[in-house]
């Protein structure tokens, strides 16, 4: 079952979900809208690998906004550290950025349960748009469990601003 | 609810959910991380209609050096596991670790129906070129449980083994 916004805040309350910086007014009625942070990466390369380590650039998010063009690839992250030990989360776009054309996942919405830190986006524009640091992109959801938890400890537990693919680490 | 992975494991052994090859690494918190299969299908026409068959291309196999893909263009891949549920419905989903590589593995159709217990078709698009190796771990399936009483799937892909087109066109009243 998915858990009720007004659920969202009071589990966050007795500290079963982490949501930090928390802003009442962004609970949803299933979900809580989160924010971009001004931190991105691209891939220093036109073609990967995903077999090796492949090279990334930083670029910021100026005050006046960043122009994504369209049909290439930007690693973003949520400003907000979020988790928890209890609820399995899976994100999504907000309605009103996906009709901008803006996936922010490819087909990967879903999260472990025990991950905590601030999430990875993938910020991919059909149609070229500026974007802003602090703007509500997207949403996380929270849903209930059966079976016997054990806490994600991967590769990018505690992550901090957007972190390029760690895939390659599995062909070592 | 969503399983957790230690749910995923149990009613595999009390044999309510299929996951062939199946190896404990590979299980995840809510979810079994799946790989990559050995073939490929791409179709070379040049526009695809919903009401028409596909011309049929033989599906290549990935080879050992991996396989180069290219933006604009659709790529059927498939899971190297046989995975399904006749209690659970699932769902397939790209890992952060694939999609931060700018990669799909399915557009916009992840749901698994209770029943259907096969070797699953991947919509697999690329943002940028990039080479993928076969036996990569690529995805993750969520295996969810149903309220009411439950129904097997009976589709058209039914027994799917190996990557399959589109068979809407099966679809069209004659």
Known sequence: MILSGLQIAREREAGRIIIDPFDESAVNPNSYNFTLSDHLIVYSDELLDASRENLTEEIRIPPEGLQLKANRLYLAATREVMGSEHYVPTFAARSSVARLGLFINLSAPLGDIGFIGQWTLQLYATHDVIVYEGMKIGQMMWWTTVGEIALYDGKYQHANGPRASMLFRNFR | ?174
Request: glycine content about 8%.
């Open chain 2, 1 to 174: 609810m969503l399983l957790t992975g230690a749910e995923i494991t149990r009613q595999r052994r009390n044999g309510v959910i299929a996951i062939e090859p199946f190896t404990a690494d590979q299980v995840e918190q809510n979810s079994y991380g799946f790989r990559l299969g050995h073939r490929l299908l791409s179709c070379d026409d040049e526009v695809y209609d919903a009401h028409r068959p596909l011309e049929r291309i033989a599906p290549v196999e990935i080879p050992a050096e991996g396989v180069l893909l290219y933006p604009n263009r659709l790529y059927l891949g498939e899971t190297l596991e046989i995975i399904g549920s006749t209690r659970y419905a699932c769902e397939l989903y790209g890992n952060l670790s694939i999609a931060a590589l700018g990669v799909w593995i399915q557009v916009s159709a992840p749901l698994g129906h209770t029943g259907a217990i096969v070797r699953w078709t991947l919509e697999i698009r690329v943002s940028q070129p990039i080479r993928l190796h076969r036996g990569m771990r690529i995805g993750k399936v969520a295996f969810w449980s149903v309220n009411g009483d439950v129904v097997q799937y009976n589709g058209r892909y039914a027994n799917s083994v190996a990557v399959t087109e589109s068979r809407l066109c099966t679809e069209v009243a004659s």
